[in-house]
């Protein structure tokens, strides 16, 4: 199956809107759709995961933390955190590698640092 994607309400909005311009297909839902503003960490993992949605977040403080104890009790489909300090464009590149050249399973309850 092909990874989905939500993006937390922490990442920038440009990462995901830029990606689905350059792969419409791609199935990356945004924190405003999915109304994740002020959405605490451990309910935003439990959203992702009821729809089986990688998470995509900025996140390195706390997201860890309660990704940790999400998946004590709970299976999830994966969480990706970005640093801040990689462009836009190479976001756009490891996300779209991943969606391209994976299969969502590869992800279930791991948390990867991007970029690769």
């Given amino acids: 199956m092909t990874p989905k994607f939500q993006a937390d309400a922490d990442l920038k ?3 995901a809107r830029a990606i689905r311009r ?10 405003t759709e999915a109304d994740l ?9 439990a959203r992702a995961a009821s729809e089986d949605r990688i998470l ?3 996140d390195r403080k706390t997201m860890p933390i309660h990704f940790a104890e999400f998946i ?4 999830s489909p994966g969480v990706l955190i970005l640093s801040k300090k990689v462009s836009i464009a190479v ?3 490891e996300i779209v590698l991943i969606w391209a050249a ?10 990867q640092r991007i970029p690769l």
Wanted: proline share 5%.
């Fill in 13 to 15: 909005g440009a990462i």
């Fill in 22 to 31: 350059r792969i419409p297909e791609i199935d990356f839902r945004t924190a």
């Fill in 37 to 45: 503003e002020g959405v605490p960490d451990d309910q935003v993992l």
């Fill in 56 to 58: 995509v977040t900025h």
């Fill in 72 to 75: 004590q009790n709970q299976t």
């Fill in 91 to 93: 976001a756009i590149d």
């Fill in 102 to 111: 994976s299969s969502a399973d590869e992800y279930t309850n791991l948390i």
